[in-house]
């Protein structure tokens, strides 16, 4: 299994999985309804559907950088509203959060991280709960911080979860237990920037 140390690539690899499967997740579906009639008219309607939900991820995604915090939140609306079931609306919370947390508007951030802790698929759930933690860490919620991260979650996702372990525990002068999740990181990190930062990081709380 790869190794994803940072926020980032986790997102690029969960986009490039659906780049590279969307098209043979749909034609499963498609099949399905081969059995029981009407699946060439489902698989067009399913790709209509998918490409109208990434237009409007599209949307979220230059609002950020276009600092328009409105659209983000209103296409990512759409999303829930209309488009449910698409990995597009998951990733759109996500940029809605990150939206909040730029203007410090961190209760909001809470609920859009929420939202996709308890609806999005594993991974951007799991990457989701290391982004709540951290906005509860702003919030001073250190107990539901760490209460967030303790779940099990495979070994691509160790590094992220112990280092927010460790700065929660930093943040609450608990350094031993920070050190402890700071090795912790480093022992499963492969990006040699990742475990230069982590280094620093452990060093701070000897």
Request: hydrophobic share 40%; proline share 1%.
């Amino acid at each position: 299994m790869i190794d994803y140390e940072t926020e980032e690539q986790q997102i690029d690899a969960i986009k490039k999985w659906w780049q590279e499967n969307g098209k043979a997740v749909i034609t499963g579906i498609v099949l399905g309804f081969s059995l029981i009639g009407g699946w060439q008219y489902y698989g067009i309607w399913q790709k209509q559907q998918s490409s109208l939900a990434s237009s409007f991820y599209e949307k979220s995604y230059r609002g950020l950088t276009e600092k328009n915090h409105i659209a983000i939140n209103e296409n990512t609306k759409i999303l829930k509203e209309d488009y449910s079931s698409s990995i597009y609306v998951s990733l759109s919370s996500l940029l809605e959060a990150k939206s909040f947390v730029i203007d410090k508007k961190y209760k909001e951030a809470q609920l859009s991280l929420e939202w996709v802790v308890k609806n999005a698929n594993k991974d951007i759930s799991l990457l989701a709960r290391v982004r709540l933690a951290r906005v509860l860490q702003q919030q001073k919620k250190f107990n539901e911080a760490l209460k967030v991260l303790q779940i099990d979650h495979p070994l691509s996702f160790s590094t992220l979860f112990a280092e927010t372990m460790g700065d929660i525990y930093k943040d609450i002068k608990q350094n031993k237990k920070a050190q402890e999740s700071y090795i912790r990181a480093l022992s499963s990190a492969k990006n040699p920037k990742v475990s230069e930062i982590l280094n620093i990081k452990l060093d701070s709380v000897k």
